[in-house]
């Protein structure tokens, strides 16, 4: 109870103060979401769906719906729990028992899982393609991004105040790119092709027709690949405590952003159907973007540069991703429960976390470096989203379990039953569909990525296991948490030792 209590009150400003509006937290989830998935995803998403244009539709329209019943299930979520740290800390506060077991199985995930793999592989392709290069292995574009991801780390671990200003200036290339694909959606649309010269491709006589089998998997791995797209709706509840007026602000800039994202997201798929052929996009994988500049406005302007846009743009993400990271692993090892945590939540020597980074580094660089085959980028998707569901999840149907469990408490924004059942239902789909084995010829040459991810969530469950029941058991003591604050002046947890206190029968005499 007395945790819960924690949790409940009113958490004091941060340090660098309330200075984030509505403006901030719109620009905020715009930079978070716009990366890599609407320039690579939606030739695989229409491969999935077997080039149906209903169904690729219809994955856009349940991610884009799904995107606003999670922030709007966060946004009653936050209204009870008014702290920083989001999923995080609305995880811990609904499922505190067993004790510490959320915090090490959600936070050693996190660790796990923070890499940037997906944005420096399409880093490395469309800065190939935009130069020119088209037919090099696949090892060369990861290269180049393992090359980037090990610059951008140095650069965030030595001087954070320059890292943030590439970030800034990456954001802005993201807002061009996002106004000009959605000006060209528009523009297809509105024109016929007799002033475009564009042939139209998207006809209505095979608009509900799949050209090519699909499967439940197939269906549920397009799905992935959407909700990806749209990832980073949760990024504004991280920062809650740097928010202004936090509740009207989430209220208006979160819908907002997340409307003025799925519009132009809309005009832009529009404008891949209807301007690449059905053939082309079977078979242009992550590209798909450098194509559609390239027929839209010719091979200087489309291929050349706005191709590098694109490619400056997924170097944004990974800035920004990485930015993220950092700031999440060295609070992670700030708990203590990890090994060697005070040694990678040091902001020593140059007051930034750069031994926080050393995890995504090592991680990321790892399977940018082996051989790998060509779908690694579809199976990275799948693999990474798919815990990140299952929390989400959780989290969504937590909001019932708190109303059960707190019929007292009255949140100013509450969500509507809908976004809790569909974004309960909904991640429970995608949690049990994968389960089923996928044809041998998906995804060939990895194991199920479902297996595989819930294999490292067990993983993750059973250290929590070990140190905090079973080595306590049969060592008979009790870990107690204390607070040491390192060289730097930073502030971490250390768990120790203590014996079980003995109880003595006073009896008399």
Request: hydrophobic fraction near 50%.
């Amino acid at each position: 109870m007395l945790d819960e209590m924690n949790y409940m009150q009113e958490p004091e400003d941060s340090p660098r103060g309330r200075h984030l509006g509505v403006g901030a937290i719109i620009s905020m989830i715009i930079q978070r979401i716009v990366g890599s998935g609407i320039f690579a995803v939606p030739s695989l998403i229409y491969r999935d769906v077997g080039g149906s244009p209903f169904l690729f539709f219809l994955v856009w329209g349940l991610s884009a719906f799904m995107s606003f019943a999670g922030f709007y299930c966060f946004l009653e979520l936050g209204c009870i729990i008014p702290r920083s740290g989001g999923l995080k800390v609305f995880l811990e506060y609904i499922y505190f028992k067993p004790k510490m077991c959320m915090s090490v199985v959600f936070n050693t995930y996190s660790v796990i899982f923070g890499f940037t793999i997906t944005n420096a592989i399409i880093f490395g392709e469309y800065f190939l393609s935009s130069l020119g290069y088209d037919d090099l292995n696949n090892m060369t574009p990861k290269y180049i991004g393992c090359v980037f991801v090990v610059v951008v780390c140095i650069i965030h671990g030595f001087s954070t105040r320059f890292g943030v200003a590439l970030a800034n200036i990456t954001g802005y290339i993201k807002l061009f790119l996002l106004v000009c694909m959605s000006l060209s959606g528009i523009y297809i649309l509105v024109f016929p092709s007799s002033i475009t010269g564009i042939p139209n491709n998207l006809h209505l006589d095979g608009f509900f027709a799949t050209k090519r089998p699909i499967t439940l998997a197939s269906f549920i791995s397009a799905l992935m690949k959407g909700i990806f797209s749209l990832g980073g709706w949760q990024s504004a509840h991280v920062v809650a405590n740097e928010v202004k007026d936090p509740i009207r602000t989430m209220r208006i800039a979160g819908p907002l952003a997340l409307l003025i994202i799925n519009v132009c997201y809309f005009f832009i798929n529009v404008s891949y159907l209807v301007v690449i052929p059905s053939e082309e996009l079977f078979g242009t994988g992550e590209l798909v973007g450098s194509l559609l500049f390239e027929k839209i406005f010719g091979y200087a302007i489309g291929r050349r540069f706005l191709t590098m846009t694109v490619a400056l743009s997924s170097a944004g993400n990974i800035i920004t991703v990485l930015f993220h990271i950092s700031r999440m692993n060295q609070e992670i090892f700030r708990e203590g429960f990890l090994p060697f945590s005070r040694f990678f939540a040091s902001n020593w020597p140059c007051g930034a976390p750069l031994r926080a980074l050393l995890f995504p580094l090592v991680i990321s660089s790892f399977f940018l470096l082996i051989p790998t085959p060509d779908n690694v980028y579809d199976y990275i998707i799948n693999i990474e989203g798919y815990p990140l569901q299952i929390f989400c999840g959780m989290a969504s149907a937590g909001v019932y379990i708190i109303r059960y469990r707190r019929p007292d408490l009255n949140p100013e924004i509450k969500a509507h039953p809908i976004h809790i059942i569909f974004m309960t239902l909904f991640s429970l789909f995608l949690f049990i569909g994968p389960l089923n084995p996928f044809k041998k010829t998906e995804f060939e040459g990895f194991p199920n990525y479902a297996y595989a991810a819930l294999t490292i969530l067990f993983a993750c469950w059973l250290y929590w296991l070990i140190k905090f029941r079973i080595m306590p058991h049969f060592g008979k003591y009790e870990l107690t948490q204390s607070t040491d604050v390192l060289s730097d002046g930073l502030v971490v947890k250390r768990w120790e030792k203590s014996e079980f206190p003995y109880v003595q029968n006073d009896t008399g005499p």
